[in-house]
């Protein structure tokens, strides 16, 4: 009976297709309805979930106490199409380094930027990226810092209209984008390597 299960798994493995491998990341960029829609456009990106997360507090709600806490979105990609230092470049260009007070229009400490890792290696890669950006403004100051990974809080309840947020409102988050006037900083900054 085992031998017969044994070999009928083995066959059921070798026919059914085999998962994606999947990588995680965990960046604040300020408003997570802009940090979704910069990454779901990137090939090899599975996945965008806007959440929180660096607080103390636990189940952060937008609404409700989210003291500590960054927005911020967990990013799934296919480590097959690009890596963590490609999620990385991709992140900079899509924020104000820069900017202590927050990100854009969205001023506090909820909106700041910054890169969580959760490991030694992805802190060696975040600390290489960003010492390129440093290196690229040497008259400004890069203030995103590089903080271990911590809890990270996807929306839910009564919130989850904000997940997916560009597609569900497009006209309303369009609006929002302009009038925060998020890609003209983002050209300001990066130029041509905006990817706006």
Known sequence: MKSTLASLFL?????????????????AGGCFWCMEKDF?????VSEVISGF?????????????HTGHYEAVEITYDPEVLDYKDIL?????????????GQFCDKGPSYLS????ANEEERALAEQT?????????DQT????????STFYPIK?????????????????????????????LQAIWGDDATV
């Open 11 to 27: 066959t059921a493995a070798t026919l059914l297709p085999l998962s994606a491998q999947a990588d995680t990341a965990v960046l």
């Open 40 to 44: 779901e456009s990137l090939p090899g």
């Open 53 to 65: 997360t660096g607080g103390s507090a636990e189940n952060p709600t937008y609404r409700g106490d």
């Open 89 to 101: 470049d991709h992140f900079w260009v899509n924020i104000d380094p820069f900017d202590d007070r």
């Open 114 to 117: 910054a890169v969580f890792v």
């Open 130 to 138: 960003r010492q390129a950006v440093v290196e690229r403004f040497p």
């Open 142 to 149: 890069v203030v995103t810092p590089i903080l271990p990974l």
């Open 157 to 185: 309840g009564d919130e989850i209209a904000h997940q997916d947020f560009y597609k569900k409102s497009p006209i309303r988050y369009k609006a929002y984008r302009f009038s925060c006037g998020r890609d003209r900083r």
